[in-house]
T-cell receptor, first 114, second 111 residues
Framework: GAGVSQTPSNKVTEKGKYVELRCDPISGHTALYWYRQSLGQGPEFLIYFQGTGAADDSGLPNDRFFAVRPEGSVSTLKIQRTERGDSAVYLC????????????FGPGTRLTVL | AQSVSQHNHHVILSEAASLELGCNYSYGGTVNLFWYVQYPGQHLQLLLKYFSGDPLVKGIKGFEAEFIKSKFSFNLRKPSVQWSDTAEYFCAVYNAGKSTFGDGTTLTVKP
């Protein structure tokens, strides 16, 4: 079946602009995760959704970052007033029921802030 | 806070050599441990995981890992690597909805 998909695959924006990154999880998966991966580092947890609600958003670095999952399926990560330090690959993963269930990762969105 | 340390940043081996990648974590409670692999141009994917029970866990493609609680370690092993094992390997610990990853080890296998 279809895996996790993310759009766009690449996004180049200018400092101060607003961006939205989209994640389509595997159909039926209730848990959805966002991570950020900078060059030479492992994925860094941002936020975890169980259904429509954010079960844990403690990894969001500041209030410029926000994520939604209004219908419990597709999720959007929103970044306001982008900064050069936001440049990274943003990864999305989903799992069937959450908890320690296996997470399936998408290909990521490479964000470059000029 | 939990953390994961992978000691080897880049490992270069010849085909048929044995592999061991180190992973240490810091968290005192019950943890679930994972190894993920990212082949060139592909997504992160699960190699193996440990939740409980037998501390020696077998995964895909001949990989295995051993959980040693007293050493807070979860090292990845493979007796004989192949060129196709060239990839980046990440160790991760999961607890209460949050996964913490190490910085990864790049493995290059020379044919």
């Amino acid at each position: 079946g279809a895996g996790v998909s993310q759009t766009p695959s690449n996004k180049v924006t200018e400092k101060g602009k607003y961006v939205e990154l989209r994640c389509d999880p595997i159909s039926g998966h209730t848990a959805l995760y966002w991570y950020r991966q900078s060059l030479g580092q492992g994925p860094e947890f941002l936020i975890y959704f169980q259904g429509t609600g954010a079960a844990d958003d403690s990894g969001l670095p500041n209030d410029r970052f926000f994520a939604v999952r209004p219908e419990g399926s597709v999720s959007t990560l929103k970044i306001q007033r982008t900064e050069r330090g936001d440049s990274a690959v943003y990864l999305c993963a989903s799992s069937s029921v959450g908890g320690s269930d296996t997470q399936y990762f998408g290909p990521g969105t490479r964000l470059t802030v000029l | 806070a939990q953390s994961v340390s992978q000691h080897n940043h880049h490992v270069i081996l010849s085909e048929a050599a044995s592999l061991e990648l180190g992973c240490n974590y810091s968290y005192g409670g019950t943890v679930n441990l994972f190894w993920y692999v990212q082949y060139p141009g592909q997504h992160l994917q699960l190699l193996l995981k440990y939740f409980s029970g037998d501390p020696l866990v077998k995964g895909i493609k001949g990989f295995e890992a051993e959980f040693i609680k007293s050493k807070f370690s979860f090292n990845l092993r493979k007796p004989s690597v192949q060129w196709s094992d060239t990839a980046e390997y990440f160790c991760a610990v999961y607890n209460a909805g949050k996964s913490t990853f190490g910085d990864g080890t790049t493995l290059t296998v020379k044919p």
